[in-house]
C-alpha cells in the first residue's frame, strides 16, 4: 500500500493518535473531504523524526497547489511532447499538468494554458512564471478552442490535453458551491460569466427535467425520488446553499456503508455538469480538435465519467475508422494502485489519448 502524506500538523495528530513512533507504518483513517467519502488505509504513512516522510512533489501538491495532477507520468508518455513543440493545456487548472508539459518542451516550446476560471488561471499563470517556454493564458472555454487559437495566430498544436472536471480546490472552496461537506451558496459555476446557476436549475427546473438530468448525467437510480423531494421543499422556500440541498438528497437514499460515498455525490456531480454544460463543450472539443492538430499531433482526454469516457471512446473510434488517426489507448488507462491510494480523487480517471495520421492532412 502507498504511504499517504499529510501536512505537518496533521502528521503529528496522526502520529499522536496511532499511537506510532518514528519509522513505523501506522494505519489511518481520514475524510476525502473531496469525495466525501471516509477512506481506510493501511499501512500507509512512514514516519520520521519530523512527522510523516514528505513523498515526492506529486504527493505534495494537494496541499501546496490545490490539486494533484492525475495520471501525469501516463499522460506524458502517451502524449509524447517534444522540445519546441506547441501544446495546449485545455484545462490549465492548478498547472500540474502544464508544468510537466512545460518541462518537456523547454525554452523553444510554446505552451496555450486555457481555463474557464479566473481563480485557476492567475494561479497557474504565477506557478509557471519562468517555466521554459512562451506562456500564453487565456480564460476560456475550450469548446471555443479555434477562436483562440485564431486569437494567437496559431493554425494548430502538437498536443492537445484535457483533463476534465474541477480541481480540488474548486471542490472544497464553499466559493464554487460545489462541495456537501462544506456549506455555502448554491453556485457550482465554474465559469463566473455563465449565468445560470446551481440554485436556479434547482429551484426553476420542472420535476421531470430535474429527475431525468439527475439520472443521464450520474445514473441516479433513485433520481425520481429526489427530484419529488427537492419540488417538495423549494414549494416552502428557494433551495440556497449546498448544506440544503445535500440534505434533501440524503434523506431520500439509504445511508452510506463505512467505505461508500456519500449519498449525494452524484447528485451534486449531475447538477455540476449541467450548470457547466460539461458533456456539451467535451462533444464540441471533440468536434473541433483534430481539425487543429498538426498530422502527428496528439490528443490526451482524462475523464471522470462513464457519459464522458463513452463520447471520448465513440469519437476517437470514429476518427481512426475515418483513417484520421491512430488510438494508442486500446483501452482507457487507468491510474496505478499506487496513485488511487495516494490520491483517492483519482479512482475515477481514464485517459485516452489519439495521434492524427501523418499523411497530408484532410479537411475535418
Ligand atoms: C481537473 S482540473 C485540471 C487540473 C490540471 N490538469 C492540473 O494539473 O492542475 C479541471 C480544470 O478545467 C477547468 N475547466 C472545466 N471545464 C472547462 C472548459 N470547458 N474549458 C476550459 N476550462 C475548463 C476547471 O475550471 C478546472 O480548473
Known amino acids: 500500500m502507498a504511504p499517504l502524506v499529510f501536512k505537518d500538523e496533521h502528521a503529528r495528530a496522526m502520529e499522536g493518535m496511532a499511537g506510532t513512533r518514528t519509522g513505523q507504518s501506522c494505519p489511518c483513517l481520514f475524510f476525502d473531504f473531496s469525495v466525501g467519502q471516509w477512506s481506510f488505509h493501511a499501512p500507509t504513512c512512514e514516519l520520521s523524526d519530523s512527522g510523516l516522510r514528505r513523498e515526492p512533489l506529486l504527493q505534495m501538491d494537494t496541499a501546496q497547489h490545490g ?4 495520471l501525469l507520468n501516463e499522460a506524458m508518455e502517451l502524449l509524447s511532447p517534444q522540445s519546441g513543440d506547441i501544446v495546449l493545456d485545455c484545462t490549465t487548472g492548478r498547472a500540474g499538468h502544464a508544468l510537466a508539459l512545460a518541462g518537456k518542451i523547454g525554452a523553444n516550446g510554446t505552451l496555450l494554458c486555457l481555463d474557464v476560471d479566473p481563480v485557476n488561471l492567475t494561479f497557474a499563470k504565477q506557478r509557471l512564471d519562468n517555466a521554459g517556454p512562451t506562456c500564453r493564458f487565456f480564460q476560456a472555454n475550450f469548446a471555443q478552442l479555434p477562436d483562440v487559437l485564431d486569437a494567437a495566430e496559431i493554425p494548430a498544436v502538437d498536443v ?6 474541477v480541481s480540488t480546490n474548486q471542490m472544497l472552496s464553499e466559493q464554487y458551491g460545489l462541495s456537501f461537506t462544506h456549506d455555502g451558496p448554491l453556485d457550482m459555476r465554474l465559469d463566473p460569466q455563465l449565468d445560470r446557476t446551481a440554485a436556479d436549475l434547482v429551484n426553476d427546473l420542472p420535476e421531470k427535467d430535474l429527475a431525468d438530468l439527475i439520472f443521464q448525467n450520474a445514473e441516479e437510480r433513485y433520481s425520481r425520488r429526489i427530484a419529488r423531494n427537492i419540488v417538495q421543499a423549494r ?4 433551495i440556497a446553499t449546498t448544506a440544503e440541498l445535500a440534505r434533501l438528497v440524503r434523506a431520500c437514499l439509504p445511508p452510506a456503508r463505512f467505505g461508500q460515498i456519500d449519498p449525494a455525490t452524484r447528485t451534486f456531480q449531475a447538477i455540476r455538469m ?6 456539451d463543450n467535451l462533444a464540441e472539443l ?6 487543429r492538430l498538426k498530422p502527428g499531433g496528439r490528443i490526451g482526454i482524462i475523464s471522470f465519467h462513464s457519459g464522458e469516457d463513452r463520447l471520448v471512446k465513440q469519437e476517437f473510434r470514429q476518427w481512426a475508422a475515418d483513417g484520421k488517426c ?3 489507448t486500446s483501452k482507457p488507462v487507468v491510474p496505478t494502485e499506487f496513485e488511487m491510494t495516494s490520491n483517492p480523487r483519482s479512482r475515477s480517471a481514464k485517459l485516452r489519448v489519439a495521434r492524427l495520421r501523418m ?3 484532410q479537411a475535418w
Open 67 to 70: 490539486h494533484e495532477p492525475v
Open 160 to 165: 492537445i490535453l484535457a483533463d476534465l472536471g
Open 359 to 361: 499523411e497530408e492532412k
Open 235 to 238: 414549494k416552502l422556500k428557494r
Open 274 to 279: 449541467e450548470v457547466n454544460h460539461e458533456l
Open 286 to 291: 471533440l468536434k473541433v480538435a483534430p481539425g
Open 326 to 328: 491512430d488510438v494508442l
